[in-house]
């Protein structure tokens, strides 16, 4: 299985970036799919989280109510649509799929298999 995440870049504060990860396969290993963040000298966090049957979604708190997942399954892509951006927005976005996992386990990158390459958000003026 492999991910391609794409859509980083420099944004100023109150912006907005889509960011996608391509997934070049669907199967019972990649039901669950999750984007996580990394900021310099911080440690990786949990960002947002979909499943691709069920379409449940979860959401780490400081970004409720500015970021949207989705999902294209003819596209066999996932979305994350950052709206409101804020400079401590600014990291490495990783997106990650792993099996069907409960909901209150999609948040911990225990659940995830397999990683992407990373895409640099900036949120600067």
């Known amino acids: 299985v492999q991910l391609q995440a794409s859509g980083g870049g420099l944004v100023q504060p109150g912006g907005s970036l889509r960011l996608s990860c391509s997934v070049s396969?669907?199967?019972?290993?990649?039901?669950?799919i999750g984007w996580f963040r990394q900021a310099p000298g911080k440690e990786r966090e949990f960002v947002a989280a979909?499943?691709?049957?069920?379409?449940?979604?979860i959401y780490a708190d400081d970004v409720k109510g500015r970021f949207t997942i989705s999902k294209d399954d003819a596209k066999n892509t996932v979305y994350l649509q950052m709206n409101s951006l804020k400079p401590e927005d600014t990291a490495v976005y990783y997106c990650?799929?792993?099996?069907?996992?409960?909901?209150?386990?999609?948040?911990?990158?225990?659940?995830?298999?397999?990683w992407g390459q990373g895409t640099l958000v900036t949120v600067s003026s």
């Open positions: 396969e669907r199967t019972f290993s990649t039901d669950t």
């Open positions: 979909i499943r691709w049957r069920e379409r449940n979604t």
């Open positions: 990650a799929a792993g099996p069907r996992a409960i909901i209150s386990f999609m948040s911990n990158g225990a659940a995830y298999r397999n």
